[in-house]
């Protein structure tokens, strides 16, 4: 079945360096892959999307790269801050539209950022 | 603007018992969900509604029921609560089908005993 898997569950990085998180799709069919970053006791909150068609894509400090040859999807983070520590979930979402737009979650992964 | 609220925030139930959980969205969003959130898993979806007055089934329907009869209000109904719907709870809207930012609420913890 469709599913959207994290290769790792937590990551430490230090305070300035870039953070890369990665994640594994399955389904070739959705339209659109997405980055959401859940702090502690909050909802998920979006960070970053990429249509299917493309493979890079640039928001502020955030780098999203899509390869479907391998069905990867990276989030790239630059000079990483104690604020960015929090889960951060890759989800993919199938544009059909009778299906309401719905978002596919990955299991997430635990950012850490040392001081 | 507030954006989602959920409440309630917090609530213990026992086993059979029946609760309604309430979402309510001031962006005035067609799009409307039901997530539930368990330990080192993504969400998965409940129930999501694409408009006034519609419903429709996600991932995990079973054991909920929920209702849109006003497009800024999703409720999510557990009319027999169960140890395994432990879980917490995530409400989201978003403003039409093709558009991936959807906005999430501050979440409900819900424990069955």
Request: with cysteine; net charge neutral; charged share 15%.
């Amino acid at each position: 079945g469709e599913s959207v898997g994290l290769h790792l569950p937590t990551l430490s990085v230090q305070e300035g360096d870039n953070s890369i998180i990665n994640c594994a799709y399955s389904n070739s069919a959705s339209d659109y892959f997405i980055w959401y970053k859940q702090e502690s006791g909050k909802g998920p909150q979006f960070i970053i999307d990429i249509r299917s068609n493309m493979d890079k894509r640039q928001g502020q400090r955030v780098t999203v790269l899509l390869n479907k040859t391998v069905k990867h999807l990276s989030l790239q983070i630059a000079a990483t801050q104690p604020g960015d520590s929090a889960v951060y979930f890759c989800a993919e979402a199938p544009q059909i539209y009778n299906q309401g737009g719905k978002l596919i979650f990955g299991q997430g992964t635990e950012l850490s950022v040392k001081p | 603007n507030a954006g989602v609220t959920q409440t309630p925030k917090f609530r213990v139930l026992k086993t059979g018992q029946s609760m309604t959980l309430l979402c309510a969205q001031d962006m005035n969003h067609e799009y409307m969900y039901w997530y539930r959130q368990d330990p080192g898993m993504g969400l998965r979806l409940i129930h999501y509604s694409v408009g006034e007055g519609t419903t429709a089934k996600g991932e995990v329907p079973d054991g909920y029921n929920v209702s849109r009869l006003k497009k800024q209000n999703f409720l999510l109904g557990l009319e027999s609560a169960a140890p395994s719907q432990t879980s917490v709870y995530f409400c989201a809207s978003s403003y039409s089908w093709s558009n991936t930012e959807a906005f999430f609420g501050q979440g409900t913890r819900l424990t069955v005993v």
